[in-house]
């Protein structure tokens, strides 16, 4: 396969990248930054040539923490420290709602807006962590790390509260306090029934408290009491993944960080980092000054699985020129496109998976590697992969194998049944842990620059990939283009607006 690329030099922290997409394809997908911690002071958006709008919070403390666009109006709405903004297509502020600081202390559980709480409270920061458009109901999901996690339902045209539930235990979705730890996908089932709400969240050591992934109802009304309750819940069977306690006296800051998450025929998936849990008992004194190890991978679960027995997990990789490349940055839902699709052996309207990883499998914060790889799955391949599993587990081969769920070493129980593409799990061999990683088609790799937020769509038959890389440039990279039609009229101009950080480096400033 071929693949060029082009750096623009406009000096773009792209945390927010993967936003822009949706102007450009008209799809509804948004996501997070790629990273917790990193905030943007500035963003732009490029109107003309060479002509720039901007807009900076009042007080630069107030970090930019997620950004979604409307498809339909090109309005930008923007979560940032303390504040949600509304924004025109060219950046002028139309409305700021406001969100903190506020007296409180993440120790403070129930949070002291239900309870009193002897905990010392301090002024603090109110971080966005996830910023849904529900275009349905015409209102914006804003979810803080104020009270555990407690979230606004605000109406788009003027950013009017119309609810913020935080009486009752499923509305506080986590305490962390960095925005890039929780993921929400919206899942519409038609018009006769409401919504759903996955969310997937760090938990940051208290799995007690929050699952670490679970669906929830997303009411019509915003004032609804039932407002974020699990769409499923008995005392022996719920909708949600709960860490066990367990897990976290071998790894004592066990955490599942989710990167990415999206909706694909009859799935939801999510992308994730996770600490591997090693091979036994290893726990103690000898673990603290060894490196910790993770991996990278895609969890897939049936959108109507009210038990979460569909739950599937699945390593997922890249390997280039010999190196591996483990460590997942960002990732990105597309369609194939007829010139792809032909390399990869699918359908053009087939969906693909862009991700980027990093190098190895071992975070190092100080001498962190800058070597990345930007790679293509097939959705359909990961989906043949885990039906080839689903498969041999129900015929009893091997084990459920997930070490941080403590049902490594549970043999899979075999029984009579056809297991075909659509198979949602039964309360055996459930939930269950492919082992064999699923290795992406790599497209690019750089060692000197490390990419760090990807988007896609498809121009006339071709892929065309945006890379934000750490030193805030962005990469066009064009696959399956024929050498003879390179430049010319093969590659198409960058018509979307552009959002960054005109500072540049805004990630290295943060450390
Ligand atoms: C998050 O919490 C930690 C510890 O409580 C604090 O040091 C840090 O400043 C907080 N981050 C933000 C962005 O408020
Ligand atoms: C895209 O691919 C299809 C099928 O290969 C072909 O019929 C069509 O002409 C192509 N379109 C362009 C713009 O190249």
Redesign the pocket.
Known sequence: MTCHTRTLTCFFLCCFLSTLAPLATSKTALRAPPSP?Y?SRVITASLEEEEYASFRAENPEW?FNHLAVDYRNGNVYLGA?NRIYKLSPGLEVQVSHETGPDEDN?KCYPPRIVQPCGEPLTL??N?NKMLLMDYRENRLLACG?LYQGICKLLRLDDLFKLGEPFHKKEHYLSGV???GSVFGVIVSYGNASPDMLFVATAVDGKPEYFPTISSRKLARNSEEDGMFAYVFHDEFVASMIKIPSDTFTVIPDFDIYYIYGFASGSFVYFLTLQPEMGGGPTAGSSSAGREQVYTSKIVRLCKADTAFNSYVEVPVGCVSGNVEYRLLEAAYLSKAGANLARSLDVAPDDDVLFAVFSKGQKRRPRQESQESALCVFSLRNINERIKDRLQSCYKGEGTLDLAWLKVKDIPCSSALLTIDDDFCGLDMNAPLGVSEMVRGKPLFSDASDKMTSVVAYVYKNHSLVFVGTKSGRVKKVSCGIAAARRGGNAAPPLHLPTVGDVIGAGRNEAS
Do not use: P
Request: net charge neutral; glycine share 16%.
């Open positions: 911690g905030g970090t420290v993440r603090t920061n971080v790390s306090n960095e925005s």
